[in-house]
């Protein structure tokens, strides 16, 4: 699976940036987001502050701010 942040501006709604998280990330998002089944591949999730900061430490990278409107998507790939 594949798994993209997504940072939309909130007036505009474009998309800004995105944020590719590493491979093999499934267990520790799986505990971030509070799954209990595994993904499909075609779902997204809004993020909440915690759920973003918990990311950040998971993807090595800092991204979130309140400019703007993070969503987690899963992709399968292919």
Not at 14 to 39: H, N, R
Not at 44 to 65: C, M, N, R, W
Request: glycine share 6%; charged share 20%.
């Amino acid at each position: 699976m594949k798994y993209i942040i997504e940072a939309f501006n909130k007036e505009s709604e474009l998309l800004i940036f995105e944020v590719i998280l590493p491979d093999g990330s499934d267990s520790q998002l799986a505990q971030i987001m509070g799954w209990s089944v595994p993904q499909r591949g075609d779902e997204g999730y809004d993020l909440t502050p915690s759920q973003a900061a918990a990311i950040e430490v998971l993807a090595g990278k800092h991204f979130y701010d309140s400019n703007h409107v993070f969503q987690l998507t899963c992709n399968v790939e292919r």
